[in-house]
Nanobody, 125 residues
Framework: QLHLVESGGGLAQPGGSLTLSCVIS????????IGWFRQVPGKEREGVSC????????KYGDAVKGRFTISRDNAKNTVYLRMNSLEPEDAGTYYC??????????????????WGQGIQVTISS
């Protein structure tokens, strides 16, 4: 059973940057795609980005393309989400999640079996 813990959230100014980390334990990391999702009250959970087990494939939601970068270091059991040029609309609770698969990654949150507890990102000047 995997266990995922997010960190790195907090307050950032519009135009600023944050890097979220997702530390994963309890499994062979390169057999799991990892996704980042976000949610604000009253809205559906939104796919932000995902990365395949060995990092060769990535996907981004339209709202974050060109601004966010996902990466992973399996030796450190960590997946990162670098968020640049932050906008007020990027605020929300960010979750990382794992999907047991041999290749690729899915933007569909229903594919993910295990989720972190979430971390808050606030964008304000």
């Amino acid at each position: 059973q995997l266990h995922l813990v997010e960190s790195g959230g907090g307050l950032a100014q519009p135009g600023g940057s944050l890097t979220l980390s997702c530390v994963i334990s309890g499994g062979t990391l390169d057999t799991y795609a990892i996704g980042w999702f976000r949610q604000v009250p009253g809205k559906e959970r939104e796919g932000v980005s995902c990365i395949s087990g060995r990092g060769g494939n990535t996907k981004y939601g339209d709202a974050v393309k060109g601004r966010f970068t996902i990466s992973r270091d399996n030796a450190k059991n960590t997946v990162y989400l670098r968020m640049n040029s932050l906008e007020p609309e990027d605020a929300g609770t960010y979750y990382c999640a794992s999907d047991f698969r041999l290749g690729g990654c899915s933007a569909d949150s229903r594919e993910y079996e295990t989720w972190g507890q979430g971390i808050q990102v606030t964008i304000s000047s």
